[in-house]
């Protein structure tokens, strides 16, 4: 699993230029996928040599009678009590203020990892002004400037040395991992209940790992599948139910231990902001994924309402437009059948291989019938293309100027890919690189553009 490491602290001292900092150049690619709906409090980092979740919080106010600064303190509370790291950020311009305090006086009842951290030490003499922190009583302080990248590299590697080392790998078993997800009320339970109903059911069901999830073991078709069920997406309550975005971190522990995640809509409300919010974190994830829409049974239909509805699907979830789509009713059980075939459809696509030679052929032949366009008036050159992973299929793309490639036409290598070797239900990688002398060792494809 995936450390969850939570930035907290007082408004305006900079959290989310150390969230941004901390992603890179993640962020722009995000950006830069059309469609992509996602709340930018979250993000799961890869960039370092061990990946972790990143939240980002509003602003804590201990002490405050302000209905929205209650509202952020209790994100911030919910964001700690996920997190397995807390980065607690104070403001050396501002100076150490009560505020300050009375949050070290509660983290100090934390069991779990905190890293003090002084922001906007832009130079000497606020380095030296930033002393006064630690009267906080503190063993050590991390002064930095995020917006500078000042310091910041040396607290990302004591941020790393916390983390658990990687377990030592072991072929991945030959078990496909289901994880679903979705808003509250959209059936999510019947659902899984149907799921659990095949013959030779319930090999045993093991107590989650994370909290609010549930793990069980059955077979369908003598092939084995582990459930994971999450109970969380939920509002937490009328008190803090401004937080519901917060209860996402319980999905995303579970998208990280999935192959292929159902997200789980309702007929009758339609794509929701929170329905996007979920399926963005499957995509940024890598995930295979199946749009299951339940409560098919109580919608009116004539010749065209699936058709109508598929349109809806794939206007809101633009990004996702290689998911399938299945209808079903949990409640009488109308085809839940076919999820657990379309879930074998995409974990085939999903760790498929395929040949150097077959890749590159289809490669060269979509850069030969359409260019890529001109970057800062230089002609775009390729070399060759390689597949590096699978789960998802990942590629790696040679060319003269890897920072240059537009979206759009990465979107067309991807479904030139698609279309090639029937890539139609999985999400893709693609990766740019420049040929490097060992790159261009003898032996290489020879370039094609």
Not at 268 to 295: L, P, S
Not at 441 to 446: L, S, V
Request: with cysteine; glycine share 6%.
């Amino acid at each position: 699993m995936k450390p969850l490491v939570a930035i907290v602290g007082r408004p305006n001292v900079g959290k989310s230029t150390l969230f941004n900092r901390l992603l890179g150049h993640r962020r722009a690619m995000v950006d830069d996928t059309p469609g992509v709906t996602r709340d930018r409090n979250y993000a799961a980092i890869n960039r370092f040599d061990k990946p972790f979740i990143l939240i980002d919080t509003g602003g804590f106010e201990p002490v405050t009678e302000d209905r929205l600064l209650q509202q952020m303190r209790e994100q911030s509370k919910l964001a700690m009590d996920e997190a397995d790291v807390i980065i607690f950020m104070m403001d050396a311009r501002t100076g150490l203020t009560p505020a300050d305090v009375d949050v070290a006086n509660m983290l100090r009842r934390v069991k779990k990892p905190v890293f003090y951290v002084v922001n906007k030490v832009d130079g000497d003499k606020l380095e030296n002004e930033s002393a006064e922190f630690y009267s906080l009583g503190v063993g050590e302080l991390h002064t930095i400037s995020a917006e500078h990248n000042r310091g910041v590299n040396d607290l990302v590697q004591d941020l790393l040395d916390v983390f658990p080392d990687a377990e030592p790998h072991e072929p991945r078993e030959e078990i496909t991992k289901i994880a679903v997800v979705g808003r509250p009320n959209v059936g999510k339970s019947s659902l899984v209940n149907h799921l659990l109903g095949f013959e030779r059911v319930v090999a045993n069901p093991l107590a989650g790992t994370t909290r609010d999830s549930v793990d069980t073991l059955f077979t369908c078709n003598r092939k084995p599948y582990l459930l994971i069920d999450t109970a969380g997406i939920r509002r937490k309550g009328k008190t803090t139910e401004k937080l519901e975005k917060y209860s996402v971190v319980d999905a995303l522990r579970s998208i990280e231990r999935a192959d292929v995640v159902l997200v789980v809509l309702s007929a009758e409300d339609g794509v929701t902001e929170q329905d996007e919010r979920i399926a963005g974190y499957v995509h940024e994830a890598g995930k295979g994924c199946v749009f299951v829409v339940n409560k098919w049974d109580v919608i009116e239909k004539g010749n065209a309402t699936m058709g109508i509805y598929v349109d809806k699907v794939r206007m809101g979830f633009k990004y996702l437009a290689y998911a399938p789509i299945v209808f079903v009713s949990a409640r009488s059980g109308q085809r839940v059948g076919k999820i657990v075939t379309t879930v074998d459809e995409v974990m085939e696509q999903y760790s498929r291989r395929v040949t150097t030679s077959e890749l590159n052929h289809v490669f060269s032949d979509a850069v030969e019938t359409h260019h890529a366009p001109l970057a800062h008036g230089r002609r775009v050159k390729f070399y060759f293309a390689t597949q590096v992973a699978t789960r998802p299929p990942a590629f790696v793309i040679f060319t003269n100027q890897p920072d240059s490639i537009h979206f759009s036409y990465e979107r067309y290598l991807s479904n030139r890919f698609r279309e090639a070797f029937g890539f139609d239900g999985t999400p893709l990688r693609l990766m740019f690189r420049g040929r490097d002398k060992e790159n261009a060792a003898p032996g290489r494809p020879r370039k094609t553009a």
